[in-house]
């Protein structure tokens, strides 16, 4: 069977996007909150294919995941155990507060741990656009979750003027 959705806003990809994710096979933390953003997304969105039973339900298996491959420092790797990755600990963090936003039931403990943690890579000195574009994330979810970020952002400025001066205003960071 086929669908087919039409509209001016993107939220109509969100349902096909959904189906997709579902079925996919792998369980690391980024496939696992990719996983489960659309749901939290939908959540309070009936008319755009959103469940709120499924969102819980999805909230907690993420939970549990994600608990699993939050590290001491509450950094997340892409499997248990593994190293932590900063992007991917931004990205969960990220996955959290939305659900926290929608007042979705998150776990204080967790979501605290992965906010200091992101804290940490907020404070970093970048050696590359990339690592700048994962900090500036970070600064921007920490800001949004009502975090005084200004401490941060010299550093940053600083490494993008003087090693991305030509690039990293056209780049997402």
């Given at each position: 069977s086929a669908d087919a959705a039409l509209s001016t806003l993107p939220l109509s990809l969100i349902p096909g996007l959904k189906g997709y994710l579902e079925r996919y096979p792998y369980g690391c933390t980024e496939q696992t909150v990719s996983k489960a953003l659309p749901a939290v997304l939908l959540y309070g969105n009936a008319d755009l294919g959103g469940d709120s039973k499924l969102a819980e339900t999805s909230l907690r298996h993420t939970v549990t995941r994600l608990r699993e491959m939050q590290n001491s420092e509450g950094g997340f790797g892409y499997w248990p155990g593994g190293s932590v990755n900063d992007f991917v600990s931004v990205y969960a963090l990220h996955y959290l507060l939305l659900a926290r936003e929608k007042h979705m039931p998150v776990p204080d403990d967790l979501l605290r741990r992965a906010e200091e943690y992101a804290k940490q890579i907020a404070a970093k000195t970048p050696n590359s656009l990339s690592e700048a574009r994962t900090i500036a994330y970070a600064i921007?979810?920490?800001?949004?979750?009502?975090?005084?970020?200004?401490?941060?952002?010299?550093?940053?400025?600083?490494?993008?003027?003087?090693?991305?001066?030509?690039?990293?205003?056209?780049?997402?960071?």
């Open positions: 921007y979810l920490l800001t949004r979750d009502g975090v005084v970020t200004a401490n941060y952002l010299p550093g940053l400025l600083q490494y993008l003027e003087n090693n991305a001066r030509d690039t990293w205003r056209n780049d997402l960071t």
